[in-house]
C-alpha cells in the first residue's frame, strides 16, 4: 500500500478507490478509512458491483491479477469510460495474455499500471494466511481436478511472503510416507524463489539469506486442531461464535454490539496466547478499572486537567470499549467452559498424551472415551473424543470404528471420521506409534498438558536438530541453519555474542491444510524465548475444530456439493 501511497502523494486530485474481495480484505487489515481519506481517496468502490460513472474523476485500480478483474477493468473503458484514467496496481504477477487485453482495450486510459508482491493476507503480526480455505478440498479431495493448480498458486503465495520480508530462504519440507504434497511445494517454491530473484531490478543476483522455510502437511499432527485448548484465542473462536474476526455480544444494557478482534485492539493482543485461568484472574482488575473510570475524580476541575482530559478522551474510550469487550468474552468462554468443557478436557488430555494427571499411562483409552460417549455432549464433542481416541491408539479395526459410529448415531455421517484417511493419517490400520516429545516439567494447568508437536518442530528447526531424512532440503540454507548458529529455544536467554550473530534470522513455516490457533501460538511463543529467531507461520487458511471436521466430511463431495460447507474458517 505504500506504494500506492507514495503515487497518490504526486496528484493533489480527489481519486476513487476501486477494490475486489481479496484487496478489501487486505486493506481493512492494513488501514482505515480516515488514512485513506489523508491520501485524497474519497470514495472505496466494489469492483464486482455496478457502479455509477465518474468521468470527472480519477481511479485507483487495486486487485488480483485475474481474468474476472481485468475484464471489469476492460468494462469500465472500453465503450463510454467511466473515469478519466486508471491508475492499477495488482497484487501479483499479471500473465501476459491478461496484460495484453488490457493494453488493448484500455490502454490509452492507463496511467500507472504496477504489479506488487501481495499475495497473501497478513492475519497478525507472526501469522499469515492465503485467504483460501477451498485449497483444503483442491488438495486433499479424491475428486478434486486442479490440485496442482492450488498447490502453484500457494507457492506464488508463499514467495510473495518471502518477497515482502525480503527474504531468500532456504527451502525444507518434511517427507511423508503417505502423501508427496510438502515435496511438491517445496519444489515449487524453491524453483519460484529462484526464478524471483533472478529477476533482480538493480541486475545483481540476491544471494540466499538467514531464513529457512519449512513445509509440512496436516497429517503430521492431527490431534492439536481437534482438541478443546484453554488459550483465550484458541478457546474464542472455538467455542464463541466469531465470524471474520468479530464477535458480537450484547451490553449490559441489552444493546448488540459489535468488536473487531485483532492487532488494533491491545488488551487482545496481551490476552490471546494466555490460559483461561490467567485471563479470569486479570478480569476482577478489570471491572475494578472500569468501575474507577466512571466515577469522576474529586476535588476542582482546573482548566490544565480538564485540557488533560479532553486530550486523553478518544483512546480513554478506546480502552474502556476494549475492557468491555474481554470482560464480556472471557465471560463466554468460562460459562461454555463450566457447562461442559471442563469434564470433556480431562479426558481429551489424557486420550492425547496418553497418561493422565499423575503421569500414569493410560492402559485402556476405550475406558476414558466411553463416558464422553454416554454423556449428552454434542455431536460435534462426541466425534472430537472418538477421533482423539483412533489417533491415540494409530488406527482402530473396522469392527471398533462401526460401533463407535454406531455409540455417536454418525452412521449417515461416517465421513467425519473416515475422511481422515485422504490426509494420511490412519483410521482403519493400526501401525506404529509416533514418538512426543516429554514436556511433564512444561505443564502449568491439568487441562493444558498437550503441546502442539509443531512447537518441537520449530525447537528443532531453530536448535538446528530437524533430522536430514526426515527433512530433506529442497536447497541448502545459509550457515546459520546448518549448524553454526544454533541456540536452545527452550530456555531463556541473555544475549550473547552467538545470539548477536543470529539475529535476524527468521524461520517461516507453512502448513498445507490449514493451521490451528494453538499452533499460531507456538511461533509465538518460540520467538519470545529465543530472541534471536523470528517464527513466522502460515497456511492456506486458520481452522477451528468445528471447520475442519465439516471440511473433512466435505472431502467426499463433489465440488457443486461444497458450496453448503459452513467456512466459519474464513477468518
Known amino acids: 500500500t505504500d506504494t500506492i501511497i507514495a503515487d497518490c502523494r504526486k496528484s493533489e486530485v480527489w481519486k476513487i478507490l476501486i477494490l475486489d474481495a481479496f484487496t478489501t480484505k487486505l486493506l481493512s487489515s492494513c488501514c482505515k478509512m480516515s488514512d485513506l481519506m489523508s491520501e485524497k481517496i474519497t470514495i472505496v468502490e466494489n469492483l464486482d458491483k455496478n457502479r455509477e460513472p465518474v468521468p470527472e474523476m480519477n481511479a485507483i485500480y487495486f486487485m488480483s491479477p485475474t481474468a474476472k478483474c481485468v475484464d471489469a477493468l476492460i468494462g469500465d473503458f472500453k465503450s463510454k469510460p467511466k473515469y478519466k484514467a486508471a491508475y492499477v496496481y495488482f497484487t501479483d504477477y499479471l500473465p501476459d495474455d491478461l496484460f495484453n487485453n488490457m493494453k488493448m482495450y484500455c490502454g490509452k486510459y492507463i496511467r500507472v499500471c504496477k504489479e506488487l508482491n501481495m499475495s497473501f493476507m497478513p492475519q497478525e503480526a507472526q501469522v499469515f494466511t492465503c485467504d483460501n480455505p477451498g485449497a483444503f478440498w483442491s488438495i486433499y479431495s479424491p475428486k478434486s481436478q486442479d490440485k496442482k493448480k492450488t498447490l502453484e498458486k500457494l507457492a506464488d503465495q508463499l514467495v510473495s511472503v518471502c518477497a515482502t520480508l525480503d527474504e531468500y530462504p532456504g527451502v525444507r519440507y518434511k517427507k511423508d510416507s503417505n502423501l508427496d504434497n510438502a515435496k511438491t511445494l517445496a519444489e515449487l517454491v524453491d524453483n519460484k524463489l529462484a526464478r524471483y530473484y533472478e529477476l533482480d531490478d538493480s541486475g545483481k543476483k540476491k544471494e540466499k539469506t538467514q531464513a529457512q522455510v519449512l513445509i509440512l502437511e496436516r497429517d503430521f499432527d492431527p490431534i492439536s486442531p481437534i482438541l478443546h485448548e484453554l488459550t483465550y484465542q484458541a478457546m474464542a473462536y472455538d467455542l464463541v461464535d466469531i465470524q471474520n474476526d468479530t464477535y458480537n455480544y450484547k451490553s449490559k444494557d441489552g444493546a448488540e454490539k459489535q468488536a473487531l478482534l485483532n492487532e488494533d485492539d491491545m488488551l487482545w493482543v496481551k490476552l490471546r496466547h494466555r490460559h483461561i485461568a490467567e485471563v479470569s484472574a486479570e478480569i476482577p482488575k478489570l471491572v475494578k478499572e472500569i468501575s474507577a473510570s466512571k466515577k469522576q475524580p474529586d476535588g476542582k476541575i482546573t482548566i490544565s486537567n480538564l485540557a488533560q482530559m479532553m486530550k486523553k478522551m478518544p483512546s480513554f474510550r478506546r480502552q474502556l470499549t476494549e475492557k468491555t469487550v474481554h470482560l464480556q468474552l472471557a465471560e463466554d468462554c468460562m460459562q461454555c467452559y463450566s457447562n461442559n468443557v471442563e469434564k470433556l478436557c480431562k479426558a481429551e488430555q489424557d486420550l492425547a498424551v496418553g497418561s493422565d494427571v499423575e503421569g500414569v499411562k493410560v492402559k485402556d483409552p476405550m475406558r476414558t472415551l466411553l463416558p464422553v460417549l454416554l454423556h449428552q455432549y454434542s455431536t460435534y464433542d462426541k ?122 534470522s527468521r524461520l517461516i513455516i507453512f502448513i498445507l491444510g490449514g493451521i490451528s490457533f494453538s499452533e499460531m501460538r507456538c511461533a509465538y511463543e518460540v520467538t519470545q524465548s529465543v530472541k534471536s529467531c523470528e517464527v513466522i507461520i502460515g497456511s492456506s487458511h486458520i481452522l477451528t475444530p468445528k471447520s475442519l471436521l465439516d471440511n473433512i466430511k466435505a472431502l467426499s463431495k463433489g465440488p457443486m456439493e461444497n458450496f453448503t460447507i459452513d467456512e466459519r474458517s474464513n477468518a
Open 383 to 504: 466425534i472430537r473424543a472418538v477421533l482423539l481416541y483412533i489417533f491415540s491408539v494409530s488406527g482402530t479395526t473396522d469392527e471398533n470404528l462401526s460401533k463407535l459410529i454406531q455409540h455417536v448415531k454418525i452412521e449417515d455421517e461416517r465421513d467425519f471420521i473416515l475422511n481422515w484417511k485422504e490426509l494420511g493419517v490412519p483410521i482403519i490400520t493400526p501401525t506404529s506409534c509416533s514418538f512426543l516429545r516429554d514436556r511433564s516439567q512444561e505443564e502449568k494447568y491439568n487441562l493444558s498438558r498437550w503441546t502442539p508437536v509443531i512447537k518441537d518442530v520449530i525447537e528443532d528447526a531453530v536448535e538446528n536438530k530437524l533430522d536430514i531424512k526426515e527433512w530433506p532440503h529442497q536447497s541448502e540454507s545459509p550457515a546459520v541453519w546448518n549448524g553454526s548458529g544454533a541456540v536452545s529455544a527452550r530456555q531463556k536467554h541473555k544475549a550473547s555474542a552467538q545470539d548477536e550473530r543470529r539475529s535476524g
